[in-house]
């Protein structure tokens, strides 16, 4: 099974995953980031600098896994 990278950047701000996770394939390692995205939501304040973007062994960027806007708030 291949081994993907889950660097979150939230806000602005990059973590880097340094031990990744295995995965079935590609399909399974993107509903994994958008799960990340969902558990982290109630922490993203500014969507247009915020995603979860999975690499692969080789470092290459694989996707990106963008933050959702949340509703407008009056």
């Known amino acids: 099974m291949p081994r993907y990278f889950f660097n979150v950047v ?11 996770q295995r995965f079935r394939d590609e399909g399974a390692a993107r509903a994994h980031a958008r799960h990340l ?17 999975v690499s692969g062994l080789d470092g ?9 806007e949340s509703g407008s708030q009056i």
């Open 10 to 20: 939230l806000n602005g701000q990059p973590t880097v995953d340094p031990e990744g």
């Open 37 to 53: 995205t969902m558990l982290l939501a109630d922490r993203c304040y500014d969507p247009m600098h915020s995603f979860v973007a």
């Open 60 to 68: 290459r960027l694989a996707f990106k896994v963008p933050f959702r």
